[in-house]
């Protein structure tokens, strides 16, 4: 059996794009060529289809995380007992090889998030403290403030339009199905701070990286103290930054704001992984990833509380199979993804060594999964014609060759393994995403077990077969 070489590669982000993928042209006037699978096999995925269909295990695990555990702050003694909680419902579903593989993080918590609009008129602010944000001087500070509708406004400014004040980011995100809107509108979170310091800024506000207008700052984290940057930002609410703009737009107009940061080294953090062992090749991988962390001021019930849930559950329906499959599936429950992609790190730098086949990740709510993506080279996409296939009773339709996998593989995936997308259905995530509205009723359970059973067919296809899967060069 040939399987790719892997080397580790470090430097994965949410961010982080993939590569330029090799683009495949198809003969529209004929149907693409698909490897074939057998008889048992496809009675066994009409098996875990049907099954998965039919079972409400991703909500009870989902539903459990939430109100057993809650929000799961990176490096606070919460995301500690979801580790304890995860490995107890791994155990119960009878998976083997579970384990914490530890490692530690920079921890940061935000106190205090108070910001509002002095003088004449005031007005509270609903904020949240970026995270990683420095606490501002003791007290707070005050200044005037300069609205810019873009980074690009902002890095075009004059070091004076700047000095002194609070740079106001006022930049919309667009709402889309796949989520894209999401790149483009979330790089003024890492990059405010560290051109806005440079420019003699002393504090940095965004429009929430988000599509609802709603008065809910999103949370998020930022790359800008490994750029050297020190200076406090925060995320205004849509509805909290249209108000500033309206005041920007008549005159002068001054904000205090005051945070307060807690910011510690070497937090403890960590991966809880557990397998299904392969009955003819165990040493082969196939990864299923989600992570565990969340932002705490929701439930941490959408991201990614039901990414665990629906790996785990779909893992589960395959272990209840009368025979494993030929390879081993791996679950990996990632730990610190939120503050920076810890986890996905961590699990790179410990099995890019191991040979891993496939891998995914589950990361962007509970919609419905409507398209499958690949990122296979040339001799392998048709084993990805072969999966959409049995992935199309469920209404997922063929996607391209551009998988990114998630933010948890990235560091795999620029080793050299081949990842997927099982994209979803992300219309409404952005309106939820990093809230205080992020919580267990945001989840339909007819989405959650189409979810199940996209992931229960694509896990086993590729876990009880023979194909050699190749990415990209």
Known sequence: MIVATLVFASGASAQQQPPPATQVAVNPQAPPAAAPISAEQQRTVERLRNAALESDLAWEIVEDLVTEIGPRLAGSEAESRARAWAVAMLRENRFSNIRIEPFTIPYWDALREEASIVGAAPQQLVIAALGGSPSTPTGGLEAEVVR??????????????????????????????????????????????????????????????????????????????????????????????????????????????????????????????????????????????????????????????????????????IRDLPRRPRRTIRILLAGAEENGVHGGAAYARAHSSEPHIVGAESDFGAGRIYRFRTRFAEQALPYGRAIQRQLAPLGIIAGDNAASGGADTGDMRTAGMPVVDLAQDGLDYFDYHHTPNDTLDKIDPEALRQNVAAWAVFAYLVADSDWVFTAPQ
């Not at 002194?164 to 701070?193: H, L, N, P, W």
């Not at 008549?250 to 945070?259: D, Q, Y």
Request: charged share 25%; hydrophobic share 45%; glycine share 10%.
């Open 148 to 317: 810019f509708p873009d980074m690009a406004a902002l890095e075009a400014a004059s070091n004076a339009a700047v000095a002194g004040r609070i740079v106001f980011i006022d930049e919309r995100m667009g709402r889309t199905q796949d989520g894209s809107g999401y790149g483009a509108a979330v790089a003024k979170r890492g990059r405010c701070a560290p051109v806005a310091q440079a420019k003699g800024a002393v504090a940095c506000l965004i429009r929430s990286v988000c599509t609802d207008p709603h008065r809910f700052a999103h949370q998020g984290g930022s790359s800008r103290q490994a750029l050297g940057a020190s200076l406090p930002a925060a995320a205004l609410s849509p509805a909290d930054a249209d108000l500033l703009a309206r005041r920007i737009a008549r005159g002068s107009t001054r904000v205090r704001l005051n945070i307060e940061a807690d910011i510690r080294e070497n937090a403890p953090s960590g991966n809880v992984i557990a397998e299904i062992r392969g009955r003819e090749r165990p040493e082969e991988i196939v990864l299923l990833a989600a992570h565990l962390d969340s932002w705490d001021t929701g439930q941490g019930a959408v991201d990614d509380g039901a990414g665990v849930a629906i790996i785990t559950a779909a893992a589960r329906l």
